[in-house]
């Protein structure tokens, strides 16, 4: 196990919802540029990411995010910075907030010392494979965004 | 004094709805008493026509974040009976092993993260961490134990890509058969504890019972079936074949749901672990069988809450019978088969039992393999008319009660089915602090 990890959550059924999973899938395509760094895709396994980012001493998560921000936009912050107005019915284990997990993991003492997370604004969230044209023709500029956040950290070392 | 009862569990998200409950009862009349339901992953069906017979397990698996094994399996038997297809006895013992990873993360997260917050008076697993720690981890542990074990045979986390019609692409060593062996084994202790602890609590679960049906796989006398076997039901001793399960479920459409409903011989019935239980206890093993008996839990119970206690049952099962696979796949050694088809045109069903409950795909393939027609069947949906049907038989026992109380036994009934709704989405909805 990697001391860091990249996560990618999301269903790449519904179109930008899966957007995670494409940013991952492209930087693992150039892992060998990033060592100490795992890319895992953990599709629609909100709770299951708790397992990917313990005891590591950093996570960064992509993911289809609601922001309020014009569709496209990508905004990097971590869980202190941002408040999930997600309703959970709890009626179910297949609705997840990524925000909770993390809460989660802090409570078990096995979170990651650094969290960033890259959310991105959909344009599209429906039925559909592939990413709408405005955050496929983007794909580059998230991919970028993550790799600065990668880089920046084995600069530090 | 007259008394009004008023309950809107009301949750519609950007993009999908959950379910809704709605009560309404004047001076001890219920006037409306409705489980409301939004259609659940039909959409899927669509996307994979024209597709080929070797992508579709792929495709499905991503219905659900949960049950995406099962959906994978589901699909799988449905194209091997499409095409003619059989696998080896090595191939279908690691399937099985396979498919208890995932009974094994479901359910040790439906006990511990949905069930236990309810029966110690929380809202959610969070708080739990400070005030029960030692159990919260032992769960967390069995959840994170199913993960790794999914992710070694299955290929990757949550949606396995190493299935393939006839087989395997790619196959675990006998190292780490081993290694999972030893990690099975050293956590039976871990799951005793939790269900000593669930056994404690069981006193909260409400005492309602209601007579219904219960279906689930059948596949007596060779195991407590979560994958082989035909469609067994306790109204009957027929036995039908997974191709009729159409015959089954006689899906129609309610007023009150956008989702289709199901009905066999009653007005409704029940899938899930009570529902394996209550076919197949005589098939459990040893530790599974003492479990059941540490309950309390016998065969013809009617109790829907005591689901989550027949899942507390089944964990034990899975761990105890994915041993026993273990030991016959060391034993016999894995051999280096990878997995081989040929398109043909065909139709064929898959019957698998996710872990909330028994789960249906039919596919019809042309000439060159690709999708001509699909239909999925899952197992919330065959459960919805009977949670209405528990809704109309607990809401006047319980109607004295406080609002609150009435609203929490309603929602728990719900929680105790482990529905699978709303879950194609997962997306963060954030405001900025």
Redesign the interface.
């Given at each position: 196990m990697n001391p860091i990890v990249v996560i990618g959550?999301?269903?790449?059924?519904?179109r930008d919802?899966g957007v995670g999973l494409f940013v991952v899938r492209a930087l693992e395509t150039r892992k060998e540029r990033f060592p100490g760094t795992d890319f895992?895709?953990?599709?629609?396994?909100?709770?299951?990411a708790?397992?990917?980012m313990?005891g590591r001493t950093k996570a960064v998560f992509v993911?289809?995010?609601?922001?309020?921000e014009p569709p496209g936009t990508i905004r990097r912050?971590s869980p202190?910075?941002?408040?999930?107005?997600?309703?959970?019915?709890?009626?179910?284990?297949?609705?997840?907030?990524?925000?909770?997990s993390i809460?989660?993991s802090r409570?078990?003492g096995e979170c990651p010392r650094e969290i960033v997370?890259f959310?991105i604004e959909?344009d599209a969230?429906?039925?559909?494979?592939g990413l709408s044209s405005l955050l496929s023709g983007r794909l580059p500029q998230y991919v970028a965004a993550v790799e600065a956040e990668l880089m920046a950290e084995l600069h530090d070392c | 004094m007259s008394k009004t009862v008023d309950i809107h569990v009301h949750h519609i998200t950007r993009v999908e709805g959950h379910g809704n409950i709605r009560l309404r009862a004047e001076d001890g009349k219920v006037l409306q008493c409705e489980w409301q339901v939004p259609e659940a992953p039909r959409f899927f069906e669509a996307m994979v026509l024209g597709r080929s017979y070797e992508d579709i397990q792929t495709i499905v698996s991503r219905i659900c974040g949960i049950c995406s094994v099962t959906h994978t399996f589901a699909a799988i038997k449905a194209i091997e009976d499409a095409m003619g297809i059989t696998v080896s006895e090595q191939c279908d013992k690691l399937r099985m092993l396979l498919h208890y990873s995932e009974q094994m993360e479901s359910h040790s997260l439906h006990v511990g993260y949905l069930v236990a917050p309810d029966l110690l008076g929380v809202k959610s697993v969070v708080p739990l961490v400070a005030s029960h720690p030692e159990v919260v981890k032992k769960v967390i542990k069995l959840h994170r134990i199913g993960n790794q074990w999914m992710e070694a045979i299955g290929g990757r986390m949550t949606h396995p890509v190493t299935v393939k019609p006839g087989g395997f692409a790619s196959l675990p060593t006998e190292k780490y058969l081993r290694e999972l062996k030893a990690t099975l084994t050293e956590c039976i202790p871990d799951l005793k504890a939790v269900a000593e602890v669930v056994l404690s609590l069981a006193g909260k679960l409400p005492a309602f019972e209601r007579p219904t049906e219960y279906v689930a796989l059948v596949d007596s006398p060779r195991a407590y079936s979560f994958y082989h076997g035909g469609i067994g039901t306790t109204d009957s001793d027929e036995i039908v074949r997974p191709q009729e399960f159409e015959r089954v479920a006689n899906e129609y459409v309610s007023p009150q749901s956008t989702a289709k409903w199901c009905k066999w011989h009653r007005e409704s019935y029940m899938v899930g672990a009570l529902a394996r239980f209550n076919l197949n206890a005589e098939q459990l093993l040893p530790l599974a069988a003492a479990t059941a008996k540490m309950f309390g839990l016998k065969k013809g119970c009617c109790n829907p809450y005591m689901n989550n206690v027949a899942q507390v049952v089944e964990l034990v099962q899975v761990i105890e019978h994915s041993l026993q696979l273990i030991d016959e796949l060391l034993t016999a050694g894995i051999k280096p088969e990878l997995a081989k088809s040929t398109p043909r045109e065909g139709e064929g069903a898959g019957a698998v039992e996710a872990p909330r409950g028994i789960l249906f795909h039919r596919y019809a393939f042309d000439k060159k393999g690709n999708c001509v027609k699909a239909n999925c069947c899952i197992p919330t949906n065959q459960n919805h008319a009977n949670i209405q049907k528990d809704f109309e038989a607990l809401v006047p026992q319980f109607l004295g009660e406080s609002q609150d109380d009435i609203r929490l036994k309603m929602e728990m009934l719900v929680r105790a089915y482990d529905p699978c709704i709303s879950c194609s989405t997962h997306f963060l909805n954030v405001e900025f602090v």
């Amino acid at each position: 196990m990697n001391p860091i990890v990249v996560i990618g959550l999301g269903n790449p059924l519904m179109r930008d919802e899966g957007v995670g999973l494409f940013v991952v899938r492209a930087l693992e395509t150039r892992k060998e540029r990033f060592p100490g760094t795992d890319f895992i895709e953990a599709g629609a396994s909100v709770l299951g990411a708790l397992h990917s980012m313990a005891g590591r001493t950093k996570a960064v998560f992509v993911d289809c995010a609601f922001m309020g921000e014009p569709p496209g936009t990508i905004r990097r912050f971590s869980p202190d910075e941002a408040r999930s107005i997600k309703r959970l019915a709890g009626f179910s284990l297949h609705e997840g907030d990524l925000l909770n997990s993390i809460q989660l993991s802090r409570n078990l003492g096995e979170c990651p010392r650094e969290i960033v997370i890259f959310g991105i604004e959909p344009d599209a969230v429906k039925m559909g494979e592939g990413l709408s044209s405005l955050l496929s023709g983007r794909l580059p500029q998230y991919v970028a965004a993550v790799e600065a956040e990668l880089m920046a950290e084995l600069h530090d070392c | 004094m007259s008394k009004t009862v008023d309950i809107h569990v009301h949750h519609i998200t950007r993009v999908e709805g959950h379910g809704n409950i709605r009560l309404r009862a004047e001076d001890g009349k219920v006037l409306q008493c409705e489980w409301q339901v939004p259609e659940a992953p039909r959409f899927f069906e669509a996307m994979v026509l024209g597709r080929s017979y070797e992508d579709i397990q792929t495709i499905v698996s991503r219905i659900c974040g949960i049950c995406s094994v099962t959906h994978t399996f589901a699909a799988i038997k449905a194209i091997e009976d499409a095409m003619g297809i059989t696998v080896s006895e090595q191939c279908d013992k690691l399937r099985m092993l396979l498919h208890y990873s995932e009974q094994m993360e479901s359910h040790s997260l439906h006990v511990g993260y949905l069930v236990a917050p309810d029966l110690l008076g929380v809202k959610s697993v969070v708080p739990l961490v400070a005030s029960h720690p030692e159990v919260v981890k032992k769960v967390i542990k069995l959840h994170r134990i199913g993960n790794q074990w999914m992710e070694a045979i299955g290929g990757r986390m949550t949606h396995p890509v190493t299935v393939k019609p006839g087989g395997f692409a790619s196959l675990p060593t006998e190292k780490y058969l081993r290694e999972l062996k030893a990690t099975l084994t050293e956590c039976i202790p871990d799951l005793k504890a939790v269900a000593e602890v669930v056994l404690s609590l069981a006193g909260k679960l409400p005492a309602f019972e209601r007579p219904t049906e219960y279906v689930a796989l059948v596949d007596s006398p060779r195991a407590y079936s979560f994958y082989h076997g035909g469609i067994g039901t306790t109204d009957s001793d027929e036995i039908v074949r997974p191709q009729e399960f159409e015959r089954v479920a006689n899906e129609y459409v309610s007023p009150q749901s956008t989702a289709k409903w199901c009905k066999w011989h009653r007005e409704s019935y029940m899938v899930g672990a009570l529902a394996r239980f209550n076919l197949n206890a005589e098939q459990l093993l040893p530790l599974a069988a003492a479990t059941a008996k540490m309950f309390g839990l016998k065969k013809g119970c009617c109790n829907p809450y005591m689901n989550n206690v027949a899942q507390v049952v089944e964990l034990v099962q899975v761990i105890e019978h994915s041993l026993q696979l273990i030991d016959e796949l060391l034993t016999a050694g894995i051999k280096p088969e990878l997995a081989k088809s040929t398109p043909r045109e065909g139709e064929g069903a898959g019957a698998v039992e996710a872990p909330r409950g028994i789960l249906f795909h039919r596919y019809a393939f042309d000439k060159k393999g690709n999708c001509v027609k699909a239909n999925c069947c899952i197992p919330t949906n065959q459960n919805h008319a009977n949670i209405q049907k528990d809704f109309e038989a607990l809401v006047p026992q319980f109607l004295g009660e406080s609002q609150d109380d009435i609203r929490l036994k309603m929602e728990m009934l719900v929680r105790a089915y482990d529905p699978c709704i709303s879950c194609s989405t997962h997306f963060l909805n954030v405001e900025f602090v």
